[in-house]
């Protein structure tokens, strides 16, 4: 900062006003962690604000151990991932389909169909997607998740997807026509590679829709093992309710990796999660 | 040249995945809740009753229906009443401020990709009565203990409480970003003609973002209606059933008590109402909101 600055109160009200919501949004991440580093309740009751003279880490070893945190997080990680990548998949074909091929008004009629989607409120479905789970025997296998993820996700990602490859110019397909390239050959080798940007954001909004997801976590999974780490946390927390700092360590655990990945990819996230709202 | 792109077998083999899943998981579904929705099935067994409207005319005439139907209109005021004008107020403060801007941005956005359940634990224990985060700042102020989850009077604000600190930097964020694409001649305009900073935001800048606002609230209705995760994390509708919302008493009846049928009933009027809900608001107020073009 050059020159002289001046503090005046009127520049800084704004400052100190987000400050405040500031405290509010980033305190209670705070408590849980301040929390997590004390012996118990007691410690956490007689000093609640502030960090403890003396820290206990031995609160994360037990976390680790009784909340099965890693078989939790593979679960999460690889569930969210496979369907995010899948929907992608089958999300781009179709938006390709309708948005590429030279069948307007068929394309645009799904298109809309698809819409329709959007603005279906998906936890009024529960009932009908458990039955049909159990129906297809895969209740109670991390197929009964990752499907209906699938699924799930394809309204948003054609609306992007088709939205990007429409503004694509027709000159590239005139060329890549002109070397013999079929549909499927326009498809994989020129139409793909230039979607890659829009797809990055529908990959994060996906995962992150999964990652998050609870309602058929909870309920379409019953084994301990195979659960996800929104549910496995809940059922930590019902069983060691009274042990709160133990609880913090759990919590601080399922936090920080969705920190750092903001931390890393915050701008794409903003613009992603944002985007698909305003969509729908 | 169009033959390469107009080829039916091709069209049809792209279209195929996405089809047969949207098929299976949003127009079956739909079929099958409606068609069970007539019935007293309980999910198990091979026999399947028709009982007509018997299961509408019972969610209709039942007490804890309309309790949880209310508590999704309580998402929705909680929302329009209190999140939208803090929103507005804060995302015309972020706008506005020189420095840290990004900072502010990033902050407040932070608790919305968070999982809800891991938000509604973490609440929960801001909300513990004995050794709680919010009890604990009510004592310096000499404030006696209160139940916030047990207590009937308080389940539901502090729930709709923790909603708002989930999401309210979300709109935050969408509302900053229609203001920053507001072309600053405007603003500048205004300035040479002496208006004042407020004046400006309620003049100019808060006319411009109608269409967003509008938009906000349509996603809070759909948000509203969808809510259900957070409620069975912080109190599973307790305490007796005062925090039900739709979708949870859904769940109870059919999944806890195996009235299948009955609860597809709910689930048809979760559907109904959002529909309505829905189309009322388009009708009303965002069809007068017209696209601004720059």
């Known amino acids: 900062m050059a020159g002289p600055y001046k503090f005046s109160f009127k520049k800084m009200l704004p400052h100190l006003i987000l400050m405040i919501y500031l405290l ?16 118990n309740n007691n410690e956490i009751a007689l000093n609640p604000f502030g960090i403890p003279k003396q820290l206990v880490f031995s609160n994360y070893v037990e976390a680790w151990v009784n909340a099965k945190i890693s078989t939790y997080f593979v679960n999460s990680l690889y569930i969210s991932t496979l369907s995010a990548a899948a929907s992608i998949l089958v999300a781009s074909m179709f938006s390709f389909a309708v948005s590429r091929m030279r069948y307007t008004k068929l ?21 009908p997607i458990y039955l049909l789970v159990k129906k297809l025997h895969i209740l109670n296998t991390h197929w009964a998740l990752i499907i209906p993820y699938i699924a799930n996700a394809i309204p948003f990602s054609v609306i992007i997807l088709s939205a990007f490859m429409r503004s694509l110019p027709t000159e590239i397909e005139e060329a890549a026509v002109m070397d013999g390239l079929r549909a499927p050959g326009i498809f994989a080798r020129i139409v793909v590679p230039l979607t890659v940007p829009a797809m990055v954001t529908v990959f994060i909004v996906n995962f992150l829709g999964n990652w998050n997801e609870f309602l058929l976590a909870n309920y379409f999974l019953s084994n301990d093992e195979l659960r996800t780490l929104p549910v496995g946390m809940v059922g930590f927390r019902d069983q060691y309710q009274m042990n709160y700092a133990q609880m913090s360590a759990g919590i601080v655990y399922s936090v920080v990796p969705v920190i750092v990945i903001y931390a890393i990819l915050q701008e794409k996230i903003i613009e992603g999660v944002t985007a698909g709202s305003i969509k729908g | 040249m169009n033959k390469a792109l107009r080829n039916p077998v091709t069209f049809f083999l792209f ?3 996405g089809f047969i899943l949207m098929t299976m998981f949003f127009i079956y579904p739909i079929i099958s809740a409606v068609y069970y929705s007539f019935t007293s099935w309980n999910g198990v067994s091979d026999h399947v ?37 803090m929103i507005v107020f804060f995302s015309l403060l972020i706008a506005n401020v020189r420095s840290l801007k990004g900072l502010y941005k990033t902050a407040v ?13 973490l609440w929960g224990f801001i909300y513990e009565p004995n050794i709680g985060l919010l009890n604990s700042i009510l004592k310096l102020f000499g404030v006696d203990t209160i139940y916030w989850l047990a207590d009937e009077k308080y389940a539901m604000l502090s729930i709709l409480i923790t909603n708002a600190w989930q999401w309210t930097g979300f709109y935050i964020v969408m509302v900053l970003a229609a203001i920053i694409s507001i072309p600053r001649e405007l603003e500048e305009a205004a300035a040479i003609d002496g208006a004042s900073g407020i004046q400006r935001a309620m003049r100019i800048t808060l006319p411009l973002i109608r269409p967003i606002i509008s938009v906000v609230i349509m996603l809070s209705i759909a948000g509203a209606m969808k809510a259900a995760d957070i409620v069975i994390v912080m109190t599973k509708g307790g305490p007796a059933g005062s925090t039900d919302v739709m979708a949870t008493y859904m769940i109870k009846y059919a999944i ?6 009955y609860g597809n009933t709910v689930a048809v009027l979760i559907f109904v109402f959002t529909l309505v809900l829905t189309a009322l608001y388009q009708w009303l107020i965002a069809r007068r909101s017209e696209r601004i073009k720059y």
């Open chain 2, 256 to 261: 806890t008590n195996f009235k299948y049928g």
């Open chain 2, 49 to 85: 009753k028709f009982i007509g409207l018997n299961n509408y005319t019972k969610a209709l005439g039942d007490e804890r229906f309309w309790i949880s139907v209310t508590n999704n209109g309580l998402f929705i005021a909680f929302s329009i009443i209190i999140q939208v004008p």
């Open chain 1, 24 to 39: 509010v949004i980033l305190f209670p991440f705070l408590f849980v962690l301040f929390s997590s580093v004390k012996h």
């Open chain 2, 109 to 121: 956005f932070l608790p919305s990709i968070m999982s809800t359940a891991v938000i509604g634990i």
């Open chain 1, 107 to 127: 394309g645009f009629i799904l298109s809309s169909c698809i819409l329709i989607g959007m603005l279906i409120p998906n936890n009024a479905l529960l009932l």
């Open chain 2, 15 to 17: 279209i195929l995945p």
